[in-house]
């Protein structure tokens, strides 16, 4: 079982920036794949981006390449995703989720099996 706690949101102007914390309550993440996910309203979830625990291979959605970072804290079991150069089309609720498959494409929600409740992020116009 792994218990996701998500931080950082809040809201912020256009051009701002947010950095979302998520907590990871397990003994070890070795073996996992941790990614964020946001949803907003009228819109399917979209995932944002993804990293592989061990090795840190890394995965970014077009949407967010060059603005988005996603990094982790191994001795903290913690994942970022620092934001950059927001946009009112960022506006959703972020989601931390963990899963154990990488993909290349073709990713899917249904490989995260545990997720976190969600930090709220605003960019206004």
């Given at each position: 079982?792994?218990?996701?706690?998500?931080?950082?949101?809040g809201?912020?102007?256009?051009?701002?920036?947010?950095?979302?914390?998520?907590?990871?309550?397990?003994?070890?993440?070795v073996?996992?794949v941790l990614?964020?996910?946001?949803?907003a309203?009228g819109?399917?979830?979209?995932?944002?981006?993804?990293?592989?625990?061990?090795?840190?291979?890394?995965?970014?959605?077009?949407?967010?390449?060059?603005?988005?970072?996603?990094?982790?804290?191994?001795?903290?079991?913690?994942?970022?995703?620092?934001?950059?150069?927001?946009?009112?089309?960022?506006?959703?609720?972020?989601?931390?989720?963990?899963?154990?498959?990488?993909?290349?494409?073709?990713?899917?929600?249904?490989?995260?099996?545990?997720?976190?409740?969600?930090?709220?992020?605003?960019?206004?116009?």
């Amino acid at each position: 079982q792994v218990q996701l706690v998500e931080s950082g949101g809040g809201l912020v102007q256009a051009g701002g920036s947010l950095c979302l914390s998520c907590t990871a309550s397990v003994l070890s993440l070795v073996g996992y794949v941790l990614g964020w996910f946001r949803s907003a309203p009228g819109k399917e979830r979209e995932g944002v981006s993804y990293v592989k625990w061990s090795g840190g291979s890394t995965y970014y959605a077009d949407s967010v390449k060059g603005r988005f970072t996603i990094s982790r804290d191994n001795t903290m079991n913690t994942l970022y995703l620092q934001m950059n150069s927001l946009t009112p089309e960022d506006t959703a609720m972020y989601y931390c989720a963990a899963g154990t498959k990488w993909r290349i494409t073709g990713w899917d929600t249904g490989d995260f099996r545990y997720w976190g409740q969600g930090t709220q992020v605003t960019v206004s116009s």
